[in-house]
């Protein structure tokens, strides 16, 4: 179809209301960038999700992250958007300011660098982020093992986002469909959203980045919710990808064989929804020499008092609900862990609401 025509039809939707979930943050950035709320019938709503791994990192991690880096002859590297996220006590921001060695990478593999030319160091990897990052360890650890580094630690806090999306279609009945995260369904591929289309009876739609690929993926979760109420024939909804160019039905083979040879599955604690069975990714066996202590960092710090981030993440509220959104919550100082990352929904809302 036109593009003419989709805008049409989505400017015109005049049905019952429809909640998409754009689960990504890179697609919420895109849809601010390019207007699309704007010119959405006022019966479609985009609501965010918990497409942003730094933001669903539980408190005990960071204090991890922390007592790794206040240690002799350790160093902790990170990449730059950790740095702010609170822990129980402080952020890897203020340990650093207080001494402790903290290193922005820009690249887990610069890591390996790093630990040959300081064997008398020990460097340990923070490893926070979803299928789309995880590979990059899982690289990282092998070559370790291969040419006989010790002097690294990877500290785990990566995670799955089907299951993730499993509990949310559980607890967030009003949900119509899902505009699914672009970047992690490259890594798994689009089969891995069947069972979830067939078992809750939601649309999932693959799309790209591109103010185009967007408008196509929201005409698509409208037209299968409004062609379902009307009864057509089947009446099932179905997963579409939109972004074949980049997504194959099986995802990327190499990576995938890497993650199942380098870690297992394991249940893991989300900030702000709480513990979600089999979504998180520890070191397996063969490697088990290099984890860090990732298993049972599960204390997660209650959320201040008018912080509604848990909240925004399952998209209940929109980020500007929340009564502490660019007052005492900003990303030079933020409260909850949805401002923190350039990722995260209130992040891509505070720096973007002019484009509302």
């Keep these: 179809m036109e593009i003419e025509n989709i805008v049409k039809y989505i400017k015109e ?3 019952p209301e429809i909640k998409i979930m754009e689960v990504c943050g890179t697609h919420t950035s895109s849809i601010f960038k390019s207007g699309i709320r704007s010119i959405l019938s006022p019966k479609i709503k985009l609501i965010s999700g918990p497409g942003c791994p730094v933001c669903v990192t539980p408190t005990a991690y960071i ?3 922390v007592e790794y880096a206040q240690k002799e002859s350790h160093v902790l590297m990170t990449f730059g958007d950790m740095m702010k996220v609170p822990g129980n006590r402080e952020s890897l921001s203020e340990a650093k300011g207080n001494g402790a060695h903290v290193e922005i990478m820009y690249a887990p593999f610069e890591t390996l660098e790093k630990a040959q030319e300081y064997p008398d160091k020990m460097f340990v990897l923070a490893a926070v982020g979803f299928e789309t990052t995880a590979p990059s360890y899982a690289l990282t650890i092998k070559e370790a093992k291969a040419k006989g580094i010790q002097n690294i630690k990877l500290l785990t806090a990566l995670k799955t986002v089907i299951p993730a999306l499993s509990w949310i279609c559980e607890n967030e009945k009003e949900i119509g469909g899902f505009l699914c995260p672009g970047h992690v369904s490259v890594i798994i591929g689009s089969r891995e959203y069947e069972p979830l289309a067939a078992r809750y009876q939601r649309p999932f739609t693959i799309a790209g980045f591109e103010s185009e690929h967007i408008l196509a993926g929201i005409y698509d979760i409208v037209r299968q919710v409004s ?3 009307q009864g057509t024939p089947n009446g099932v909804y179905n997963v579409h990808n939109l972004y074949t160019n980049a997504v ?3 995802g990327n083979q190499r990576a995938r064989q890497l993650l199942d040879e380098c870690f297992e599955v394991g249940s893991a604690m989300w900030r702000g929804l709480g513990r ?5 990714l520890y070191l397996s066996k063969d490697y088990s020499s290099y984890d860090g202590g ?7 710090k209650p959320l201040p008092k008018d912080c509604q981030c848990g909240d925004v993440i399952v998209g209940r509220i929109n980020p500007d609900q929340c009564p502490m959104f660019q007052k005492s ?3 030079a100082h933020p409260y909850g862990p949805c401002m923190v990352s350039a990722e995260g929904a209130c992040g891509v809302w505070y720096r973007h609401m002019g484009l509302k």
């Design 13 to 15: 939707y005049d049905g």
């Design 63 to 65: 204090d991890k992250c």
């Design 227 to 229: 062609e379902n109420r």
């Design 248 to 250: 194959k039905p099986e």
């Design 276 to 280: 979600i069975e089999q979504s998180g």
């Design 294 to 300: 990732s298993f049972g960092l599960d204390e997660d």
């Design 329 to 331: 919550c900003s990303p």
